[in-house]
Structures are given as structure tokens and as C-alpha cells.
């Protein structure tokens, strides 16, 4: 106890946080159909064969207030990511800054928290309402909690776009999302099931309020139970997107269930690498599978070493460069409710789904084949 304090001097709330989750998730198990996954309905995609048509659904985004005709003009946009330091979010910035220099009329920048903290986001945002910024990109860490602050920022008439991580949808105009959900979901169980058969599996994620990995971890959950009910969903720990705390979360399940863990999924780009590095640094590659999301630098050695067998992702530079053109056309007057589709520079014409996201496209699986066509 006294080390701990005397750490805990050092770093007052890096190890309060670390703490707490490592409490909080140690009772998080299985029990019953909760998985750490939101309480949303879920829509299963079909175990094999193409999936369904979806119906269109109308516009269910906010609206700024008194917005001023901002068409063709020159605008300032801040970036506001979940947390800035880690290569998902410079890779998002990276899209956004390329997407601004081809249009020439953004000014565009990214100031996130170091962490992947609500309370720091929600005050980044707020002061560049207070500012007076044009428009707002942000991905969200509790879609609930930041929804206030967005609502002052579309009341003040700034655009408002989401992308990786949404917010109520009222609280926003429109959300760019990666992949569909429950497209995601089929990605990882299917490659999971592909790797173990059957056997317990465990989620290392980054809190239970992250908004699409709570999405994700229900399309999973209702996925595995209808297509691989094989697979004995043991535990889901939260790691805070903290490479550290995700290696711990990562070793403890391996020590904790032995035999008996089959697989790992990563939901996170940094829970993902730190997983893997827990199981080869147990000597458990072969025995114990990683699957999860991550960009495929922070995955190209455990994957070359044959530790890793797949990685599911997008382009996070794909997805900033789209967000910022879909700020711009909603800016710009083009992109309005009711639309079927949004021009996105380079990406071509990207579709509108469930009333008001924009979906960048299907999930890609990263394997020993393809993992050193790409650099990001």
C-alpha cells in the first residue's frame, strides 16, 4: 500500500484510472448475455451468403442554428479526437489534413486529451465553441456525455460532424462510420471462429461507455450466439486505451483462465498489439489466438512472426480524409437530410445509411499477404 501510494504521487490519475479499471473489470464477466456491449437492439448479419438490403430510415442528425452561409468560403475546423499520441488518430489527422490542402478553403487542426477522457474533451470542446470556430469534427468517448456540449456548439451555429465514435445523433449533423457495425462483428467472430474452432474467448476493450465499442461488442455477442455459439464468451476488461494497462488486462486473463482462454479479441488499436505482446511474451502463440482491430504497423510483427493471423480495419486515413469532406459539404449547403450519397474527394461517392451516417465502406481483414502493402 505504501508503494502504491508513493507512486500514485507521481501520477495521481494515470494510477487512480488504472486502479479503478482494473476493479471494475475483474467483476465484469460473462454472466448472463452481458459482454460490455451496449442495450441496443442488435441486427445479426446472416453466417453466410451477401446480407440484406437495410431499409432507409429518415434523418434523425441535429441542425445548427442560424448558421451562417459559410458556401465556398474559407472555414476553421477543429479536430477533437478521443485522445491524441496513439497512430489510429495521427493516421485520422493525417486524412483531414490531406482532405483540407486538396480543398484549399479549410483550416484545420487536432487538440485532443491525452487520454481518452470525456471530461477533457467535452472542455477542449467547449473552449473552441467559445472561440468561435466554423466547424467541429470529434469522436466521442461517451456518446451520452458529450451530447450537451455538441447541442451548444450547433446552437451557436457550428457545423458538427462525428466519425469513428458517435454521439446521440441529435447532438451532431452527421456521423461518418467506418464500417457498419455488425459488419465489423461478422469480421471478428468469423476470424476468431476460423483460428480457435470453439473454446473460451475474452475482449480487452477501452471502457464499457466507448460508444462504438460497445456497438460492436453487441453485434458480436448476438453474432457469436447465432453463427458460432462454439465459442464460450468469458470476460470483457476495460484498458483505457493505455498500452500498459492493455498488456496487463491482456496477461491477467491469460493467467486467470489458463487452458480454458482460446482467444483474445482487441477492440482497440492499442489493446490489440498489447494483447498480442501478452501472448507471445507467455509463450502462448499457437494456443492462444489475437484477433482484433488495429492498423497494421503497431500489428506487422506479430503478425510476421505468425502470432497473428488476421487484423480487421479501414483506412483511419481514409476515414479523416472523408469526415472532413463531409464537414465541408454540409458546410458548403450540399450535403442536406434526406441525401443517398456525399462526394468525398479521391473516395468517390460514399452512401448514406440509417438516417445520418456516411459509410466509408466494408471492413478489411489484414493478413501475412497483404500486411506489407500498407504504411499507416
Known sequence: MILLIHKMEGNMKHYLTVLTSMLISSSMAFGGDWTGGDDLPTNPLPCSGPAPAGEAKAYDGGSPTNAPNRKGKNITVVDVPKLVGIGYFAATTQGIMEAAAEMGTMDAKTDGPSE?????????IDNYITQGVDGILFAANDPGAIAPVLKKA?????NV???DANSDPDARQWFVNQAEFNGIAKGLVDNMAGEVGSGGVAIVTSTFTTPNQARWISEMEAYSKKCHPQLEWLETVEAQEDNILSFNQANTLINKYGSDLKGIYGMTSVATPASADA????????????????????MRPYVKSGCVKSVVLWSPVDLGYAAAHVLRAVADGSLKPGATSVKAGRLGELSVINGSEVLLGAAFTFSMDNINDFDF
Open 154 to 158: 450547433l446552437s451557436k451555429g457550428i
Open 279 to 298: 501472448v507471445t511474451q507467455a509463450n502462448q502463440c499457437g494456443n492462444i489466438a489475437v484477433v482484433g482491430l488495429a492498423t497494421p504497423n503497431a
Open 116 to 124: 481518452a477522457n470525456i471530461d477533457d474533451q467535452i472542455t477542449l
Open 161 to 163: 460532424v462525428g466519425y
